[in-house]
């Protein structure tokens, strides 16, 4: 097995109680099915590659993990219920068998070795300024120069946040919070880049 990534130690070691059997689990049984398979951060959240492509991805959120794999290889995602091709994982137990992950996570790798092109998405649509939040950043001219300065995703990172608030309450905090880290030139998952 390549060395451990001390990033994923700190992903893992940061991620909900709940969700660090999960992804020890996840990380383990990567490990076992493609023994030669490196690690790495990328989007933020711990990733595995084969051939220094990706191979899949793992995530903790506030109350579930996720796991994805790729390339893509045209299977449903599973539940539709969070981001992954497995839904929302909550325990150990949600995971695929071990044999079932290994034989996915095998086909991958073979997908990868034999040059399988990435499945193509369209373009994604636009997503429409909240009002509140086009209204806090013409109150924040610094906030609202770094928003303008930054690529789409950047830009699509903060709108999707905020524009998933349940409640009223959680989006004028997380406004709020933008704001603060957009006046900082922060990204919205900053706390998981490269320093």
Not at 15 to 28: D, G, S, V, Y
Not at 152 to 171: F, V
């Amino acid at each position: 097995m390549p060395t451990p990534d001390p990033r994923v130690d700190a992903y893992i070691a940061s991620a909900a109680a709940f969700a660090q059997p999960i992804l020890r689990e996840i990380r383990q049984r990567v490990h076992a099915a493609c023994p030669g398979a490196g690690e790495a951060i990328r989007w933020g959240r711990p990733a595995f590659l084969h051939d220094g492509k990706l191979l899949c991805g793992m995530a903790a959120f506030k109350a579930h993990a996720a796991l994805s794999l790729w390339p893509r290889d045209g299977q449903p995602r599973g539940t539709g219920q969070g981001m992954g091709r497995y839904g929302r994982l909550r325990s150990v137990a949600d995971l695929p068998g071990t044999q079932e992950l290994a034989a996915q996570l095998r086909l991958s790798m073979q997908r990868i070795g034999a040059g399988a092109p990435a499945l193509k998405r369209g373009p994604r649509p636009p997503l429409t300024m909240p009002p509140a939040l086009a209204r806090a950043l013409a109150a924040a001219p610094q906030a609202s120069a770094t928003f303008d300065g930054f690529p789409p995703g950047a830009r699509r990172d903060y709108l999707e946040w905020i524009g998933e608030a349940r409640r009223e309450s959680t989006r004028q905090q997380r406004i709020a919070q933008a704001i603060e880290w957009l006046a900082q030139g922060k990204r919205r998952h900053w706390k998981h880049e490269r320093h």
